[in-house]
């Protein structure tokens, strides 16, 4: 009975991590967790294309079940049109799944955003309480992460309309109040433009480039969190290491997909 009073007793978190407890609030937290992660990625589950086996095509199976022939690939395209351009999608399809990727880099640039707003307003240091060297961290960390957190919103939200307007140009394009050329003006739009083309180039230059302020605001923060100096320099120099890493990966896999990819479009 003492000992039952004495667990009774003891606080929360302590308890949580008796073997019983830890069991518990696993099993309670893995559900959980998994109905977090389903309800933030239902958006782009719907996004992702629904595949169809060809057995399935034309209603029978066995090896020459739903067999397309070259003349219905030749006289329907994606949107169920006749014409030459069957085999490929229409321009409107491309720019739809463009700009679907632009839906990615605009959740992951709003998430730093997040982290580097709240590490910012969080911080319980004030100016006052600092000595010498650590007075001018203090600056360098408050300006870092004020251009971390406009930067990443900008691309947030630039990434964020063009996926909207993608959307939209893709519903206009099959919709029947527009005309039949009204995919040629979609092409226009994204592809002719060449203004549009270099911003969206540029756009991902600064999403690169936002991971090295992100990588410098994070060294900076470490000084003034951590109170021990040695311990704070060396978790600094971590993320400083990290920023030299990922701004070199970076550069390199959009150089080689760049001359792999879209300069043989």
């Known amino acids: 009975a003492a000992v039952e009073n004495f667990q009774s007793w003891r606080p929360w978190h302590l308890r949580l991590w008796t073997p019983p407890h830890f069991l518990s609030f696993c099993l309670q ?20 294309p629904l595949h169809k086996s060809s057995s399935g095509i034309g209603g029978s199976s066995g090896a020459g079940s739903g067999a397309l022939t070259s003349a219905s690939l030749s006289s329907l395209n994606a949107d ?25 880099i605009a959740l992951i640039s ?10 910012l307003t969080t ?31 900008y691309i947030a939200v630039a990434c964020s309309m063009l996926e909207q307007n993608g959307l939209v140009a893709r519903s ?9 050329n009204f995919d040629d003006v979609v092409r226009h739009w994204y592809f002719d433009d060449q203004d549009f083309v270099q911003f969206r180039g540029r756009l991902i230059g600064y999403f690169h480039s936002s991971f090295v302020l992100f990588a410098a605001f994070a060294a900076l ?4 969190r951590l ?11 971590i993320f400083v ?10 550069r390199r896999m959009n150089s080689k997909f760049v001359n792999g990819i879209l300069k043989r479009v």
């Open 241 to 250: 290491l990290f920023g030299a890493v990922i701004f070199v990966s970076n």
């Open 29 to 48: 937290l893995g559900p959980r967790l998994r109905c977090v992660i389903g309800i933030a990625c239902a958006p782009y589950r719907s996004r992702m």
């Open 110 to 119: 709003a998430l730093l955003a997040g982290f580097a707003f709240q590490a």
């Open 172 to 180: 206009l394009a099959v919709s029947p109040m527009t005309g039949e």
């Open 80 to 104: 169920g049109k006749s014409g030459p351009g069957a085999g490929k999608a229409s321009y409107s399809k491309v720019v739809e799944g463009l700009t679907h990727s632009q839906g990615s």
């Open 221 to 224: 923060y470490c000084p003034l």
């Open 123 to 153: 911080l319980d240091i004030t100016y006052e309480e600092l000595e010498g060297e650590r007075k001018a961290v203090y600056v360098c960390f408050a300006v870092t992460a004020c251009f971390t957190i406009a930067s990443f919103l």
């Open 227 to 237: 109170s021990q100096p040695a311990t704070g320099c060396a978790c600094g120099g």
